[in-house]
Each structure stands twice: as structure tokens, then as C-alpha cells.
């Protein structure tokens, strides 16, 4: 079976651009969750669903970060506009409600000049 | 709000041999579930092995092991027969029943192992 697919795996921006990070989870998995990784902060969870609804997006940093997920194998992460202090790992991870166990996609590495 | 600590920034073994990495968190609940990834170069997150609160027995993955220390709030993982493959940046991880789903992470430790 495919794992988590995140696309693209990096992205260089300049400072002021739209960004959007896309991400399928694995298939039949009820839960997505978007994580960040820094140097500074670690892994800080950003939001996740539950059958496609958003149930917690606390650790979203500000308005300029919008998560969506349209459909059961969909979701995106958009920062707009983006900023150089954005720049990290965006890490996409699934699991099925049966599951204690969150799979994670190999990230997209991002960096905003 | 759970927190997980993990006190060693960086370890070495040398191949073959054991290493244990070490992990403590505080939390007030009884039932909750306890994790370690490991992260290599690749950036992947991948998932190690894997501790009900529940259960008394320790798990164990092959050459993976945890000491699960629940009155301590302990959970550390040991790996035997260390190979070059395992060198990463393993965290430990920590799950609420009760709090949603979030994932808290401690910061990391970096393993290296030499030949």
C-alpha cells in the first residue's frame, strides 16, 4: 500500500508568495494531521481533521496559514503570503480510527527568501 | 499539558553493540499511549515501536525494546545489535485519549554509530 504522499518535496519561495503544500493520506484513514518541524520549536502540530472536518487548528500560527480538505484523499496547507520565519519541514501525517498510530509522508521542505 | 522530555541531545554506540535512549513526560492521566520515530537523513518520520499505558509488558520490535516505567513516567528505548542503519534522530512521542489526537514530541536525540 502507498504511505502518506505529500507534494512537492521542496519548495523555494521569495518572501510575500502564495505557498500551498498538498497532501493524499493513506487510504481509509479517518484522521490528517499537519505538522511543522524548526530547529527552534520541533514538531508542533498545526491542525488536523477527522473525516475531512477540522477539529483542532490551535496550533495554527496566524491567519496566514489555511488548511483545507475537500475530500477523504485531499488535503492542502496554504501560507499567503509567506514569510522567511515560515521556512521549515511540513510534515503530513494519517491514521485510521481503529489505529493508535500516525503515519507520517516524508515531508515538504520548505524555504521562503 | 503533557510534556516529554528527552535529556540526551546526542549519543554514540559503536556497531553491534546496545544503546538505551532515554524519555520521561508528565501527564495526569492513567491511559495514554507513548511513542518513538526515528528520523533519518531522508527526513522521514518512522515509527519504532509503540507502549499502551495499559499493558505492564514491555513491547518490542526485533532489535527494539522499550523500559516502560509508568509509576516513574519513564520510557526509554533500547537497541541491541546496533547497526549503521540506525543511526538517526529518534523522538519520543506521546498520545491523550482524552486530549484529541495530538502527537507532543520531545526534542530529540541525534544517535550516531560508529564502525
Known amino acids: 500500500d502507498a504511505g502518506v504522499i505529500q507534494s512537492p518535496r521542496h519548495e523555494v519561495t521569495e518572501m510575500g508568495q502564495e505557498v500551498t503544500l498538498r497532501c493524499k493520506p493513506i487510504?481509509?484513514?479517518?484522521?490528517l494531521f499537519w505538522y511543522r518541524q524548526t530547529m527552534m520549536r520541533g514538531l508542533e502540530l498545526l491542525i488536523y481533521?477527522?473525516?475531512?472536518?477540522?477539529?483542532?487548528d490551535s496550533g495554527m500560527p496566524e491567519d496566514r496559514f489555511s488548511a483545507k480538505m475537500p475530500n477523504a484523499s485531499f488535503s492542502t496547507l496554504k501560507i499567503q503570503p509567506s514569510e522567511p520565519r515560515d521556512s521549515a519541514v511540513y510534515f503530513c501525517?494519517?491514521?485510521?480510527?481503529?489505529?493508535?498510530?500516525?503515519?507520517f509522508g516524508p515531508g515538504t521542505r520548505l524555504t521562503v527568501l | 499539558a503533557q510534556t516529554v522530555t528527552q535529556s540526551q541531545p546526542e549519543m554514540s554506540v559503536q556497531e553491534a553493540e546496545t544503546v538505551t535512549l532515554s524519555c520521561t513526560y508528565d501527564?495526569?492521566?492513567?491511559?495514554?499511549?507513548l511513542f518513538w520515530y526515528k528520523q533519518p537523513p531522508s527526513r522521514q518520520m518512522i515509527l519504532v515501536i509503540r507502549?499502551?499505558?495499559?499493558?505492564?509488558q514491555n513491547a518490542t520490535e526485533n532489535r527494539f525494546s522499550v523500559n516502560f516505567q509508568k509509576a516513574a513516567k519513564s520510557f526509554s528505548l533500547k537497541i541491541s545489535d546496533s547497526q549503521l542503519g540506525d543511526a538517526a534522530m529518534y523522538f519520543c512521542?506521546?498520545?491523550?485519549?482524552?486530549?484529541?489526537?495530538?502527537?507532543?514530541f520531545g526534542a530529540g536525540t541525534i544517535l550516531r554509530v560508529k564502525s
Open positions: 507502549q499502551e499505558a495499559y499493558k505492564q
Open positions: 481533521f477527522n473525516n475531512n472536518v477540522p477539529i483542532d
Open positions: 501525517a494519517s491514521r485510521a480510527a481503529s489505529n493508535h498510530t500516525q503515519y
Open positions: 501527564t495526569s492521566e492513567s491511559d495514554y499511549y
Open positions: 487510504s481509509g484513514h479517518d484522521y
Open positions: 512521542a506521546y498520545r491523550s485519549p482524552t486530549y484529541g489526537n495530538k502527537l507532543v
